[in-house]
């Protein structure tokens, strides 16, 4: 079963607008981390945030963490057509000797 | 290299055979990760490997499923007398980071593997 589910499964804006995405996780973590694909491509690193941060900035990324909801937003402010691709959150359970579990992803399309 | 690099990029291959996957980690990562993805889905977890620790091998979908790593290096899973359902890309990451805390993974382009 998957530690962490994305929500939506799929998101379509326009280009410039702000997108959001959820990831919810059901244990106790060390930390959680945001990867993009591109279609047909590896997963890239975004972003990480530890267990006793609440909000992380990285360009036009803003990640934030709620361990009592148990939940992560990813925001990508002003989107360009670039940014379409699936993003994925994934999580180190502190009870599975810190492996990686990915949820389903969001697929996200940017319409320029 | 300086990435993660996985051999093959494609494989087609007829249900029953036995196929090997390969991946060579980044030079002194001391975590490698394999991973399953069907068409539009997410990361299944297959096995973990951690420094000279044990492999996690709880992700393993069935005994036909292997995968060793030889000198805390290259890896190779391999699947024997596949079946269809097998069809998927398998994903292979590799982290500098050890012990606790995680860490960012620094993924290859995947082996995209179809069964026949």
């Known amino acids: 079963s998957q530690q962490g589910e994305e929500d939506p499964q799929a998101l379509s804006i326009q280009e410039g607008e702000n997108a959001t995405m959820n990831c919810s996780y059901k244990?106790?973590?060390?930390?959680l981390q945001w990867y993009r694909q591109n279609s047909g491509r590896g997963l890239v690193h975004l972003i990480l945030i530890r267990s006793n941060e609440r909000e992380k900035h990285s360009g036009r990324l803003r990640v934030t963490l709620d361990t009592s909801k148990k939940s992560s937003s990813l925001l990508i402010t002003a989107s360009r057509a670039a940014d379409t691709a699936s993003y994925f959150c994934?999580?180190?359970?502190?009870?599975?000797?810190?492996?990686?579990?990915f949820g389903g992803g969001t697929r996200v399309l940017v319409k320029p | 290299g300086a990435g993660v690099s996985q051999s093959p990029s494609n494989k087609v291959t007829e249900k029953g055979k036995d196929v090997e996957l390969r991946c060579d980690p980044i030079s002194g990562h001391t975590a490698l990760y394999w991973y399953r993805q069907s068409l539009g889905q997410g990361l299944e977890f297959l096995i973990y490997f951690q420094g000279n620790s044990a492999p996690d091998k709880s992700g393993l979908p069935s005994d036909r499923f292997s995968a060793e790593r030889t000198g805390g290096s290259v890896s190779t899973l391999t699947i024997q007398r596949t079946q269809q359902e097998d069809s998927a890309v398998y994903l292979c990451?590799?982290?500098?980071?050890?012990?606790?805390?995680?860490?960012?993974?620094?993924f290859g382009e995947g082996s995209r593997l179809t069964v026949l």
């Open positions: 994934a999580t180190d359970e502190r009870a599975a000797g810190n492996k990686l579990t």
């Open positions: 244990t106790s973590i060390n930390n």
């Open positions: 990451a590799s982290s500098p980071h050890p012990g606790q805390g995680g860490g960012e993974l620094f």
